[in-house]
């Protein structure tokens, strides 16, 4: 089992996966794709019958934020081991499919001693250069904003939409369910921010105002855990311009209701390197407030 006073590598975690299907009849292993370097995106679906409708969600897309699988680890780890009443509900009324690592090849560079521990994108080679900004490859939007066909660059897009193998396999898995989907989140760091699509443009999405009342529910409910206040709006008045995102991609494609992108703890003190001591904390507040948009999520559909 895992302990919340470390960040562990991708053996770990997947090794803690498997053991989890093999322990739990509702658990069981998913592959959302294969990375370049020929790993496995592994993740979970947890079910506790037929007919369902879904929650999912995807971190680790930015290698160096460590901070997001492992809040996406104390989640998986709170749906099935909690007391909490309510967390007890979430897990039986939704089917969860969980990715905690979807870009497996930067976060194992990351953990390398001849690797980079502030590696943001995938690995492939261009030339000299390594990697494509994963959250920049997806097809919508592709190359307008905050990306470009530098492969020395860290917003990198790639040589085309959905060029990068993580990106589209990892696609392909979400088109296949997408009509059950009715929260899709997607955790990176940091800032403290929860964001609504879209990033191309500050006009509102169709159901900006629910999704907006909704996202305030859940960073009050995030915030009375432990006092972290969050700001929220869409990615492009938010934070700046970003396009061919995952979460731009899931609304506009898909039309998935709630569409989230937390960046997490801190708000510029430690970045990337965020102490292993609040990764508890860290878990503790944002189970809350996703608690809080599966309610809201239940009370939609
Ligand atoms: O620039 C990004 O990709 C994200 N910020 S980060 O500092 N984690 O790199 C924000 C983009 C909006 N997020 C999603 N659409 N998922
Ligand atoms: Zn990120």
Redesign the pocket.
């Known amino acids: 089992s895992m302990k919340w006073d470390e960040y562990y590598d991708l053996e770990d975690i997947y090794a803690w996966l498997d053991d989890l299907a093999a322990k739990f009849s509702q658990v069981s292993i998913i592959e959302g794709g294969t990375s370049y370097e020929g790993r496995v995106i592994k993740g979970i679906k947890i079910s506790h019958g037929p007919d369902r409708r879904a929650v999912f969600i995807e971190s680790g897309?930015?290698s160096r934020?460590w901070i997001a699988p492992a809040t996406t680890n104390y989640i998986i780890n709170e749906l099935l081991y909690s007391d909490n009443e309510e967390f007890k509900a979430a897990t039986r009324d939704f089917d969860w499919y969980i990715f905690p690592v979807t870009n497996p090849d930067g976060y194992v560079w990351t953990h390398l001693p001849e690797g980079d521990r502030f590696w943001r994108k995938s690995r492939r080679p261009f030339g000299d250069q390594f990697g494509v900004d994963l959250?920049r490859n997806w097809n919508t939007n592709w190359l307008e904003k905050s990306s470009n066909l530098n492969p020395a660059s860290n917003n990198y897009a790639g040589p085309g939409p959905f060029s990068e193998i993580e990106a589209r396999s990892l696609s392909a898995y979400i088109i296949d369910m997408a009509d059950k989907i009715d929260l899709y989140i997607s955790f990176?760091s940091s800032g403290q921010i929860l964001l609504l699509p879209f990033g191309n443009t500050t006009d509102p999405l169709a159901n900006y105002y629910d999704a907006m009342w909704i996202g305030r529910r859940a960073i009050g409910a995030l915030a009375f855990k432990h006092g972290t206040q969050y700001t929220i709006g869409n990615i492009a008045e938010a934070i700046y311009f970003a396009t061919g995102t995952s979460v731009d991609w899931v609304k506009e494609r898909l039309n998935i209701p709630l569409a989230y992108c937390y960046e997490l703890r801190d708000k510029g003190v430690f970045g990337h390197a965020l102490p292993p001591d609040q990764i508890k904390p860290t878990g503790e507040e944002t189970m809350d407030s996703v608690i809080e948009l599966v309610h809201q999520a239940k009370r939609l559909g």
């Open positions: 897309i930015h934020e959250n990176h």
